[in-house]
């Protein structure tokens, strides 16, 4: 990538050197109102493309697409993006939020668990709200909060310590805070919940703890729990035979990832994670049904209507939590409502998202462990790839060929977009038995080389065909989420700290700018007085960028 203009490098820093979280107050801990704004409707939801002057929900849009309708930064004016203010996370610690903006005003999520509201066009802070958290947390993968959802006046926040609390947006007072799971024994939150008419709909993480996992719907107004459906089936249910013994007690299958919904056939998507003990799966014989699958719910019961597993029997760790894309795409002659994944197994699906029928797959990344997939998408191992206690070599490797980090698509392209790896490693297993609260994962792995000596891009994938149409590298491995727009745009972030944009059709550079730290997050864009911005959040920065004045 280029080096920056010296203009660009003195701008940059002055506003990392002098942006606090409470700019213009006199003083910094003050509390202060936002200023009023129309109540978030279930309608204003579901039509959430109509109004892209503001991102409401964790992707943008309930059908997960991340492609903005705001076309002032375009690709042939890209290149004059200059930085316009920059928050400083006060917790040191990585960030991975998406924040919301409803009517110029934006909601950051702060790690573990805090929120913090402050005026979209400046940075200026409002209101601040700190989860207080116990001192015996039990986590698998770092201290994160990945953003918050909105319904009339309230935001609603997933905690560390797996809770969801009510925040009023107006003045950050708590409304109500409900116990979700025991964090005592290795539950925990990280994800954005989805709206779904008048219930919160969430997730629940853990699943490296002996956890069983389960997707939630709570009453937004009340906070009491509507409905609950467990992501691994109890004993008598249909599926829970593809657990031997009673190993579905502590089979994971966590829900940690945001997933999307169907307003038109009333169906909630979500993805399940990896069964329990991870890489030993000696001690749970069996498909392991709903572990690594996409699931579809009825959006009001919460009934499951059907499922898609993409890994049977996973021994290597490969959590199907990756974000569902919605769309109607042509198909073979005609116009098929699909669910597009690109799944951390390395294989893309395209998938009827009204009946579940497995519609085209195809590898989009490297990988070892399976020949292909069947007729029915279920994949057709190679022999000999299951851990072993010696270790063997299998790509993609634990990280997977990609993760929790958002895809992306674009109406204007027809393209799936992916950040993936190409990467390997090799896996072993150990026997371990099960305590509560305490890591139950049964093996693990070990990378022979470096990173950065495997291959790392963002693609682009035909989703009638799984057919990958361009690639742009990214060295080394990138967690940055992808967001597109109708000025023909990709955005996203790369692990060396750079924000950049693509041509959207062709993967071709068009802008970049070094942010410092490791992207671990997904851009959103939005407008503010007829004026677009983009926004990146980078270590432990919030920074946002519009085109010179």
């Given at each position: 990538?280029?080096?920056?203009?010296?203009?660009?490098?003195?701008?940059?820093?002055?506003?990392?050197?002098?942006?606090?979280?409470s700019?213009?107050?006199?003083?910094?801990?003050?509390?202060?109102?936002?200023?009023?704004?129309?109540?978030?409707?279930?309608?204003?939801?579901?039509?959430?493309?109509?109004?892209?002057?503001?991102?409401?929900?964790?992707?943008?849009?309930?059908?997960?697409?991340?492609?903005?309708?705001?076309?002032?930064?375009?690709?042939?004016?890209?290149?004059?993006?200059?930085?316009?203010?920059?928050?400083?996370?006060?917790?040191?610690?990585?960030?991975?939020?998406?924040?919301?903006?409803?009517?110029?005003?934006?909601?950051?999520?702060?790690?573990?668990?805090?929120?913090?509201?402050?005026?979209?066009?400046?940075?200026?802070?409002y209101?601040?709200?700190?989860?207080?958290m116990?001192?015996?947390l039990?986590?698998?993968?770092?201290?994160?909060?990945?953003?918050?959802?909105i319904?009339?006046?309230?935001?609603?926040?997933?905690?560390?310590?797996?809770?969801?609390?009510?925040?009023?947006?107006?003045?950050?007072?708590v409304?109500?805070?409900?116990?979700?799971?025991?964090?005592?024994?290795?539950?925990?939150?990280?994800?954005?919940?989805?709206?779904?008419?008048?219930?919160?709909?969430?997730?629940?993480?853990?699943?490296?703890?002996?956890?069983?996992?389960f997707?939630?719907?709570?009453?937004?107004?009340?906070?009491?729990?509507?409905?609950?459906?467990?992501?691994?089936?109890?004993?008598?249910e249909?599926?829970?035979?593809?657990?031997?013994?009673?190993?579905?007690?502590?089979?994971?299958?966590?829900?940690?990832?945001?997933?999307?919904?169907?307003?038109?056939?009333?169906?909630?998507?979500?993805?399940?994670?990896?069964?329990?003990?991870d890489?030993n799966?000696?001690?749970?014989?069996?498909?392991?049904?709903?572990?690594?699958?996409?699931l579809?719910?009825?959006?009001?019961?919460?009934?499951?209507?059907?499922?898609?597993?993409?890994?049977?029997?996973?021994v290597?760790?490969?959590?199907?939590?990756?974000?569902?894309?919605?769309?109607d795409?042509?198909?073979?002659?005609?116009?098929r409502?699909?669910?597009?994944?690109?799944?951390?197994?390395?294989?893309?699906?395209?998938?009827?998202?009204?009946?579940?029928?497995?519609?085209?797959?195809?590898?989009?990344?490297?990988?070892?462990?399976?020949?292909?997939?069947?007729?029915?998408?279920?994949?057709?191992?190679?022999?000999?790839?299951?851990?072993?206690?010696?270790?063997?070599?299998?790509?993609?490797?634990?990280?997977?060929?990609?993760?929790?980090?958002?895809?992306?698509?674009?109406?204007?392209?027809?393209?799936?977009?992916?950040?993936?790896?190409?990467?390997?490693?090799?896996?072993?297993?150990?026997?371990?038995?099960?305590?509560?609260?305490?890591?139950?994962?049964?093996?693990?792995?070990?990378?022979?080389?470096?990173?950065?000596?495997?291959?790392?891009?963002?693609?682009?994938?035909?989703?009638?065909?799984?057919?990958?149409?361009?690639?742009?590298?990214?060295?080394?491995?990138?967690?940055?989420?992808?967001?597109?727009?109708?000025?023909?745009?990709?955005?996203?972030?790369?692990?060396?700290?750079?924000f950049?944009?693509?041509?959207?059709?062709?993967?071709?550079?068009?802008?970049?700018?070094?942010?410092?730290?490791?992207?671990?997050?997904?851009?959103?864009?939005?407008?503010?007085?007829?004026?677009?911005?983009?926004?990146?959040?980078?270590?432990?920065?919030?920074?946002?960028?519009?085109?010179?004045d």
């Amino acid at each position: 990538m280029r080096q920056l203009p010296m203009k660009q490098i003195i701008i940059l820093l002055a506003a990392i050197g002098f942006s606090m979280p409470s700019i213009g107050q006199e003083d910094p801990f003050q509390t202060v109102i936002t200023p009023a704004f129309s109540p978030i409707t279930w309608e204003r939801l579901v039509n959430a493309e109509e109004e892209p002057e503001n991102w409401l929900m964790y992707s943008g849009t309930l059908d997960s697409q991340r492609y903005s309708q705001l076309d002032q930064i375009n690709t042939s004016n890209v290149g004059e993006l200059e930085l316009q203010w920059a928050y400083q996370i006060p917790v040191i610690d990585r960030a991975e939020t998406v924040p919301l903006v409803v009517d110029g005003i934006m909601f950051i999520t702060e790690a573990p668990s805090n929120l913090v509201a402050v005026d979209a066009a400046t940075g200026r802070q409002y209101w601040r709200y700190d989860h207080e958290m116990p001192d015996d947390l039990r986590i698998c993968c770092g201290r994160n909060n990945r953003g918050v959802a909105i319904l009339g006046e309230t935001l609603f926040m997933s905690t560390l310590d797996a809770h969801l609390v009510a925040i009023d947006a107006r003045t950050g007072n708590v409304l109500w805070d409900k116990e979700v799971a025991d964090h005592e024994a290795g539950y925990s939150k990280t994800a954005a919940p989805l709206i779904v008419k008048d219930k919160v709909v969430t997730g629940i993480a853990g699943g490296e703890f002996g956890i069983r996992g389960f997707i939630d719907a709570y009453d937004a107004v009340t906070g009491e729990l509507a409905w609950r459906t467990y992501a691994i089936p109890g004993e008598g249910e249909p599926g829970n035979d593809t657990w031997s013994g009673d190993s579905w007690k502590t089979g994971g299958a966590a829900t940690w990832i945001t997933g999307s919904y169907d307003a038109e056939a009333n169906l909630i998507y979500w993805g399940t994670g990896n069964p329990g003990p991870d890489w030993n799966g000696d001690v749970r014989l069996g498909d392991n049904l709903y572990s690594d699958s996409a699931l579809a719910l009825n959006g009001d019961t919460g009934e499951l209507e059907w499922y898609f597993q993409f890994t049977p029997h996973d021994v290597h760790d490969y959590d199907s939590i990756q974000v569902p894309i919605l769309a109607d795409i042509p198909f073979e002659g005609r116009t098929r409502k699909v669910m597009m994944w690109a799944n951390r197994n390395a294989f893309f699906y395209t998938i009827d998202r009204e009946t579940g029928e497995f519609l085209v797959g195809k590898p989009y990344a490297s990988q070892t462990w399976a020949q292909g997939l069947d007729v029915n998408g279920r994949p057709i191992r190679v022999p000999g790839m299951a851990p072993t206690y010696e270790g063997i070599m299998v790509s993609p490797p634990i990280v997977g060929a990609t993760n929790w980090y958002s895809p992306g698509y674009s109406k204007d392209t027809g393209l799936f977009y992916v950040t993936s790896f190409d990467g390997e490693q090799e896996f072993f297993k150990r026997d371990e038995d099960y305590e509560e609260g305490e890591r139950f994962t049964g093996g693990g792995g070990r990378y022979t080389q470096p990173m950065d000596a495997f291959h790392s891009s963002i693609r682009a994938i035909n989703p009638a065909t799984a057919d990958i149409e361009w690639e742009f590298p990214i060295q080394p491995r990138s967690s940055g989420g992808i967001t597109t727009t109708a000025g023909g745009l990709l955005f996203s972030g790369s692990a060396d700290g750079y924000f950049f944009a693509l041509d959207a059709a062709t993967g071709e550079e068009l802008w970049h700018i070094s942010l410092g730290r490791r992207v671990h997050a997904a851009p959103m864009t939005y407008s503010v007085d007829d004026k677009q911005y983009v926004t990146m959040a980078s270590g432990n920065v919030v920074y946002t960028f519009a085109l010179r004045d």
